[in-house]
């Protein structure tokens, strides 16, 4: 009899999951985790821990959701599973699998729920999510309202504890190469140092191919090497290669990812576990962006962030020099995400004028006061501004700027730098709605599944903030079930 039932490639919050479903079940679970212990977590560490569930307001979140005075002073709309599922259409153009969708937005309220139970901790998340209003009330916005208590740090601590608590051995430094199989069948997994484990089922849950320059070039497209790791640097499709060489399907779109705005010239602007996802922009809508000859190229306002801000780093990294620049005057800045603008080492210059600040970017001084002008010009300023809500206070210019649209006239003046920061590839392995791997012709891998980001038809060109680790949860949980 073998020792263990279930090998759970990567110590994320997918792998995590499924190892709680599978160890639920009785099953003998070994996690088995790239990174040392101080280099753990995958992406999820890295992540501010938003997870977006249907809900329907405040009421409904409380019985797991910590405690907040500020509660009694929020209002935190409802979010149906009908508005998720629109959400996933929308953003993906409807390229998203209908059948992955329905699941998602089905059972990821009943999943957090799960979690929660089991100690995982969850909060509304004031400082991303809602704006502190005049009277001293918050309002919630963009569909996404809670996340983890400390983040992703606190979210592996959690699903770390929980495990042990569960029984599930987790050993770390382990480098999975490929996959053991006899015949048809998945029986193992292989060690960089030529060791082999054996168990009935193996979970793929070692993430994308975001952390290789070389595979991002080859799927993503010429130019891709150069974007910033967000997250792990140990995401490198090493395993989705291997499921491949034994006939699994691709899933999903391979030539696209989530990449954001990310700070330019800070030092280890790179997998930094200290700075994490503060060094992340995100406050862009209530500003410009401008590249390096002074010109806007995108509509900042187009949408809520939570709804932009995943395809708004390729747009970056097609400018030259793969930098831009946010901009935003004395009266904008106090309305900047603290914890992202606020951080030490920042890359930020200001100056008392925009044409000193253009000298201190590097661009143009012209162009940047035209731009500056002509944006502060068409402004709609019969509308009144107000973040919490799409106003419909637009710049006619070209490109628009659809909502939020203020006028950069007061110093001093902030420019903050920004280039394309990778977070996770979008395609993955074909599976069932079990996370169970599929062949082309449909028929299933047996002992393989996968989960999190090396699953693969969620997402196209952009996603709903929050939903990866949503997603992460709902699947990693179902192959867990059934491994």
Not at 146 to 172: C, F, K, M, P, Q
Not at 369 to 394: A, L, M, Q, W, Y
Not at 441 to 450: H, K
Request: proline residues 4%; negative net charge.
């Amino acid at each position: 009899m073998r020792e263990i039932d279930v090998i759970v490639v990567g110590g994320g919050n997918a792998g995590f999951t499924a190892a709680h479903a599978a160890a639920a079940r009785g099953r003998r679970v070994v996690l088995l985790e790239r990174g040392a212990p101080d280099e753990a977590g995958g992406n999820s560490y890295y992540t501010a821990g938003a997870t977006r569930v249907p809900h329907d307001g405040l009421d409904d979140l409380r019985p797991f959701i910590e405690h907040d005075d500020r509660h009694s002073r929020s209002t935190v709309p409802a979010y149906s599973a009908e508005d998720f599922r629109e959400d996933l259409i929308k953003v993906t153009e409807g390229r998203n699998d209908p059948h992955l969708t329905e699941v998602l937005v089905t059972e990821a309220r009943p999943t957090v729920e799960w979690l929660a139970s089991l100690g995982v901790k969850y909060r509304l998340m004031y400082e991303r999510q809602a704006y502190d209003r005049p009277d001293g009330s918050f309002l919630f916005w963009g569909g996404l309202h809670i996340g983890n208590v400390g983040g992703g740090e606190g979210l592996i601590a959690d699903h770390t504890r929980v495990a042990i608590e569960e029984g599930v051995e987790i050993r770390y430094g382990q480098h999975v190469t490929d996959l053991v199989t006899d015949g048809d069948r998945v029986v193992g997994v292989r060690l960089v140092d030529g060791g082999e484990l054996r168990a009935d089922s193996v979970v793929i849950a070692a993430g994308g191919f975001e952390s290789d320059p070389e595979m991002r070039e080859a799927e993503l497209g010429t130019g891709w090497a150069n974007a910033k790791v967000r997250g792990t640097p140990f995401n490198t499709g090493e395993l989705l290669t291997a499921a491949l060489r034994i006939g699994a399907a691709r899933g999903g779109d391979w030539s696209t990812c989530h990449s954001v705005q990310w700070d330019a010239f800070t030092e280890h602007n790179e997998s930094n576990r200290e700075l994490t996802n503060r060094l992340t922009r995100q406050s862009y809508p209530l500003g410009i962006i401008v590249n390096r000859d002074g010109a806007r190229f995108l509509d900042e306002g187009a949408d809520f962030r939570n709804y932009t801000y995943a395809k708004y780093g390729r747009e970056i990294l097609a400018q030259p020099g793969s930098v831009a620049w946010q901009l935003f005057d004395q009266t904008l800045r106090p309305m900047l995400r603290a914890e992202e603008y606020e951080m030490p080492g920042i890359s930020v210059e200001t100056a008392d004028t925009i044409g000193e600040l253009a000298v201190r970017i590097g661009v143009p001084v012209s162009a940047l006061e035209r731009t500056v002008s002509d944006f502060n010009g068409s402004i709609d300023r019969s509308i009144t501004f107000d973040p919490t809500v799409k106003d419909g206070r637009r710049a006619d210019v070209v490109p628009p700027k659809s909502n939020w649209a203020s006028p950069l006239e007061t110093g001093p003046f902030y420019a903050y730098g920004v280039t394309c920061g990778i977070t996770f590839t979008f395609g993955g392995l074909k599976t069932d709605t079990h996370g169970r791997v599929e062949r082309e012709d449909g028929t299933l891998i047996d002992g393989l599944f996968a989960c999190g980001e090396a699953l693969g038809g969620l997402f196209s060109k952009n996603y709903p903030g929050g939903s990866g680790l949503t997603a992460g949860m709902v699947f990693g949980r179902r192959a867990g079930s059934v491994a």
